[in-house]
């Protein structure tokens, strides 16, 4: 609009510009009437567009006032969109559960040593903490070493341990295991972990005499256990611990010697008691004893 408003004014301005330049003046000149209806059409033409400039402002700050308010809504919206989508995930986030609390525990200590414990006793070695899935499971290995005859791991699911953060000696967490996640996998004689994928190697001991065995029973059962220490056939203080059932283990008198009395009380926590057992003799004391 204000362009052809513009444009007529031009035009206005160049048809007086053309009248005063051609024999019209003449004309004019003798009719001030028309002279100054002319002269005052500019003047008419600059009020009408004023006019209209006014109108089509006040349209504009109308839309704007509009645009503001319709900016106004839309902010209130996005707010309240917001407000409903914080809402839905705190609905849709996950409870804590004790699993998790464990597990991120278990993740600060990975690859510490941690002393284990289950049901019947302490494990003989402290284990090492070398895995903990999304899935809230921890891989405990014990490697290969003076009191232990073969490595293994064992899995337990995070809901199924007790953690206590008192430490004991170089190992800053205590874990007793209340059920394991299947059965613990025998991995050789690896001494870590990162060997664990490598094939089993079996354990070579030089057997020398037998240095002490025992024999349990259970009373109305056909089911034994039997113990049975074996010296080093070099004369070291080295001893190989066999249990059937139960697996092997080596050590010097005084590991073999808490081993076997471990293993003993639990034959007997089970319900076996003492059949026989007899001394073979060796250079180093072992410090056992069965019930006659």
């Not at 005052?40 to 700050?61: C, K, M, Q, W």
């Not at 240095?211 to 074996?230: M, W």
Request: charged share 20%; proline share 5%; aromatic share 8%.
């Amino acid at each position: 609009m204000k362009e052809g408003f513009a444009v007529a004014g031009g035009v206005v301005l160049l048809l007086l510009a053309a009248l005063v330049h051609t024999p019209i003046k003449e004309f004019l000149w003798t009719h001030p009437w028309w002279h100054s209806t002319l002269v005052a059409v500019p003047t008419i033409a600059l009020a009408l567009l004023a006019y209209f400039e006014l109108g089509h402002s006040r349209e504009a700050n109308a839309l704007r006032g509009e645009a503001n308010i319709l900016r106004g809504r839309v902010a209130e919206l996005e707010a309240e969109r917001n407000r409903h989508l914080q809402q839905i995930a705190e609905n849709t986030r996950k409870p804590v559960t004790a699993a998790d609390r464990n597990a991120a525990t278990l993740r600060q200590h990975l690859r510490s040593k941690v002393k284990v414990s289950e049901e019947h006793g302490s494990w003989p070695d402290a284990a090492e903490i070398v895995e903990v899935s999304s899935d809230n499971i921890v891989t405990l290995f014990t490697p290969h070493g003076f009191l232990t005859s073969t490595a293994f791991c064992v899995k337990v699911h995070c809901d199924d341990l007790q953690i206590t953060d008192i430490p004991e000696g170089l190992c800053p967490l205590r874990i007793k295991v209340l059920r394991r996640y299947g059965q613990a996998v025998e991995l050789g004689q690896i001494t870590k972990w990162e060997d664990h994928n490598q094939p089993p190697t079996a354990l070579v001991f030089p057997k020398g005499s037998t240095a002490y065995h025992a024999s349990h029973a259970k009373p109305g059962s056909p089911e034994t256990r039997r113990l049975t220490v074996y010296a080093s056939r070099d004369g070291a203080n080295s001893f190989f611990l066999e249990a059937i059932p139960g697996g092997s283990f080596t050590g010097d008198n005084v590991a073999i010697s808490k081993q076997f009395m471990l293993l003993q009380i639990e034959y007997e926590a089970a319900g076996f008691s003492h059949r026989q057992s007899a001394s073979g003799g060796s250079s180093y004391p072992l410090f056992v004893k069965s019930g006659g």
